[in-house]
């Protein structure tokens, strides 16, 4: 089945410094990428969708200027985390569909990465 | 604008016997439907999808679940729990017309079984 890495599962950073976080689709071409958070006992909220060649859209409420999306090639996007406070610890995670096999396909998700900022 | 209920937060269930995690949605016109599943710090994982045909669909590690387009449910069951099924479930929903848009989910049903 289709796999999604996401890149490191865990980091713990100090307050004020930026984070990237990788997510790769390993075995399948995504043209369109998303990112959600997840709340401890809560939902999954979407952030943005991340569009291959293109600037990502951003869900209301969400900063762009603070977490910056890259979707440089069909098969990585990256969400950077800029200038972290403790309020963005979080667990975040990536969700790819294959673009090959139309909207019917479901969304693969991301083993999700866990971030602490101190 | 198209939303998820997911009307129970924890559903307790003894082993061995049949579970049901609850699903409505609202949705303008056709829905895609789909359960998935997330065990403590990992991501989703999928466990079946209703897009067309038959209104019982047949999922991974024995569940299923029956679309009913006139009470928009989309219930997940399966006929004899497992301790091992314990984990966080989530339905979501994407309209048919919706383009490469993605899907929305409800807010998760913890489910528990217990030996």
């Known amino acids: 089945g289709a796999v999604v890495s996401q890149h490191p599962s865990r980091v713990i950073c100090k307050s004020g410094t930026s984070v990237k976080i990788e997510c790769r689709s390993l075995?399948?071409?995504?043209?369109?990428m998303f990112w959600y958070r997840q709340f401890p006992k809560q939902s999954l909220m979407l952030m943005a969708t991340?569009?291959?060649?293109?600037?990502?859209?951003?869900e209301q409420g969400v900063e762009k200027d603070k977490f910056l999306i890259n979707h440089a090639s069909l098969t990585l996007s990256t969400l950077t985390v800029t200038s972290a406070h403790p309020e963005d610890s979080s667990f975040y995670i990536c969700s790819a569909r294959d673009s090959t096999s139309g909207f019917t396909s479901e969304q693969y998700f991301g083993p999700g990465t866990r971030l602490t900022v101190t | 604008a198209q939303s998820v209920a997911q009307p129970e937060d924890q559903v307790n269930v003894a082993e061995g016997n049949p579970l049901t995690v609850k699903c409505t949605y609202s949705v303008s016109g056709n829905p895609y439907l789909f359960w998935y599943v997330q065990y403590p710090n990992r991501g989703l994982q999928f466990l079946l999808k209703?897009?067309?045909?038959?209104?019982l669909v047949k999922g991974s590690y024995g569940f299923e679940a029956e679309f009913n387009k006139s009470q928009t449910s989309f219930h997940l069951k399966k006929p004899s729990a497992l301790v091992s099924d314990s984990a966080l479930y989530f339905c979501?929903?994407?309209?048919?017309?919706?383009?490469?848009?993605?899907?929305?989910f409800g807010k998760g049903t913890r489910l528990s079984v217990i030996a």
């Open positions: 209703y897009i067309t045909g038959d209104n």
């Open positions: 075995d399948f071409q995504a043209t369109t």
């Open positions: 979501a929903v994407r309209a048919r017309n919706s383009g490469n848009t993605p899907l929305v």
């Open positions: 991340s569009n291959e060649g293109s600037k990502a859209t951003y």
